[in-house]
């Protein structure tokens, strides 16, 4: 049973390029979520999202960043025009929730972006 | 506003000791707690959670244990080996505004067990 996927695992942009972060989730799992490593931080909620549709963004920023789980495919983060603070390690993490009493989340390795 | 508080960046102890890693929270609305155990480049790996009616729960050398009325819980790992060396993040979730079961994170404490 592979675990949460995550790619590219590490991905270098130029400022103002467009970064597309690839999940997907384990297997049976139908709800996904995005956080955000900052360097000495812990991770900060983005997203969450079920099937085609956005649950929660209120930890998004308001421009340039966008998710989406289609029907079919990966979980896409987007972030439009990179700029150097978007240099993170971005995390998802999967979780059922059938009949569970708390919301265990399975994480992936993350990709870590770095904008020059 | 950090809801979940870690306050101690790192810790070393030495193997075979008790290793005990504290957080605090400030929203009484959270259900449950998990302690993640991370490793350099890898994602958070999942390792034991207890619910907000409970105030200890044990899984092999780890046990968590939870002061509501604190606002606080630990983690205890006994005996410490030099495989846990690693960061802790402490996490804390809920059905909070909208529906969502967001985790809320702590900024991790540092743990290095020496041989």
């Known amino acids: 049973n592979a675990g949460v996927m995550q790619n590219p695992r590490h991905l270098v942009r130029r400022r103002g390029q467009e970064a597309r972060l690839r999940c997907s989730p384990m297997k049976g799992h139908s709800h996904v979520y995005w956080y955000r490593q900052l360097p000495e931080e812990g991770l900060k909620f983005m997203v969450y999202?079920?099937?085609?549709?956005?649950?929660?963004e209120s930890g998004m920023p308001k421009e340039r960043f966008s998710a989406e789980f289609p029907k079919e495919g990966p979980s896409i983060l987007r972030i439009q025009q990179v700029v150097r603070g978007d240099s993170a390690a971005y995390f998802c993490?999967?979780?059922?929730?059938?009949?569970?009493?708390?919301?265990?989340?399975?994480f992936g390795p993350g990709t870590r972006l770095t904008v020059l | 506003d950090q809801q979940v508080k870690q306050n101690s960046p790192s810790l070393s102890v030495q193997e075979g000791r008790i290793s005990i890693l504290n957080c605090d929270y400030t929203?009484?609305?959270?259900?449950?707690f998990l302690w993640y155990k991370k490793y350099p480049a890898e994602g958070p790996t999942f390792l034991i959670s207890i619910s907000s009616i409970k105030d200890k729960n044990e899984d092999g050398r780890f046990t968590v244990f939870l002061n509501k009325s604190a606002k606080h819980l630990s983690l205890h790992i006994v005996p410490s080996q030099p495989g846990d060396s690693a960061v802790y993040f402490c996490?804390?979730?809920?059905?909070?505004?909208?529906?969502?079961?967001?985790?809320?994170f702590g900024k991790g404490t540092k743990l290095t067990v020496n041989p």
């Open positions: 996490a804390a979730g809920g059905v909070l505004q909208g529906g969502s079961e967001k985790l809320v």
């Open positions: 929203n009484s609305m959270f259900d449950y």
């Open positions: 993490a999967s979780s059922r929730r059938e009949g569970a009493s708390y919301n265990e989340q399975f």
């Open positions: 999202l079920q099937k085609e549709n956005i649950i929660d």
